[in-house]
């Protein structure tokens, strides 16, 4: 199970605090609830992301007054959002960011990622990781380990091959044009995603270059299942929570998704891509 995040382990020991306050047992609150024991000792962790009827359910378990409920249910706000700075997020190297994606790619089943420029980590070989890499670690003046960052994201791509999970990745065009390495390294990553267009659990979609976007693509995104998004922008990753937030990505990733192509038609733009690395 991945970690949870700061904000939810914090909010996680409020909730614990208003509930020892009262005086009550974590089991004495799932009674009250209707709830199984497991899902207190969860949400007092941090290992779930609770709602704000969980919320009401709480301060009504636990006879916690009007500021205590109010004060929960702004934490609870906060807590569905994470905003981490690159720096901050990469500041002990790339190998331990790789760790926790693999962590949270483990625990979901259904996996939706846009990227307009940049091919997806899952999909990636390790020549272009080693590029990415070595571009994050000049970019944002993190620690050097390259190697071991590289080798951590091929190890995540075990889980293309597990039959009961699904992955959709939308790609703008300009992906396949993004020179991110050398021309070698950029025609065996083409290759690479010729390869993995053809395993059972992937869906790989290309949105032609011509196509009027009816949104402009602005940054990548990630979906797992529909539990969370995270979104990936130049200075930092936001990790997004709320029912309504999730659900604009994925108005927006279904949006994409109709303007791609897939099958012949995506293997006929990857080819023309690698054509134009031949020299």
Not at 106 to 132: H, K, M, S
Request: net charge neutral.
């Amino acid at each position: 199970m991945a970690k949870p995040h700061d904000a939810l382990r914090v909010f996680g020991l409020q909730l614990r605090q208003v509930r020892e306050d009262a005086g009550l047992t974590g089991r004495a609150v799932a009674d009250r609830t209707g709830w199984p024991h497991s899902k207190v000792s969860k949400l007092e962790r941090g290992q779930q992301t609770a709602t704000a009827s969980d919320v009401d359910a709480w301060v009504q378990a636990t006879g916690a007054g009007d500021d205590d409920a109010e004060r929960l249910q702004v934490a609870l706000r906060k807590a569905r959002i994470e905003y981490t700075e690159w720096r901050q997020r990469l500041s002990t190297g790339t190998r331990a960011r790789q760790v926790q994606r693999r962590e949270a790619e483990a625990d979901a089943t259904l996996i939706r990622a846009f990227e307009p420029g940049v091919l997806p980590g899952l999909l990636q070989t390790a020549d272009y990781a080693r590029a990415v890499f070595q571009g994050l670690v000049s970019t944002y003046d993190i620690s050097d380990d390259v190697e071991d960052g590289v080798r951590a994201r091929l190890s995540r791509q075990d889980v293309l091959l597990q039959p009961h999970r699904r992955y959709h990745f939308v790609l703008a065009e300009t992906a396949l044009y993004c020179r991110i390495a050398d021309s070698a390294t950029m025609r065996a990553q083409l290759e690479r995603l010729l390869a993995v267009a053809r395993i059972p659990t992937v869906d790989l979609a290309v949105v032609p270059l011509g196509a009027r976007w009816p949104v402009g693509p602005l940054n990548g995104f990630w979906i797992f299942d529909r539990d969370y998004a995270l979104v990936e922008t130049l200075g930092a990753e936001l990790t997004l929570r709320e029912p309504h937030e999730i659900a604009v990505y994925e108005r927006i990733f279904e949006t994409f998704s109709r303007l791609a192509v897939r099958g012949s038609a995506v293997s006929d733009l990857i080819l023309g891509a690698t054509r134009r690395y031949a020299g």
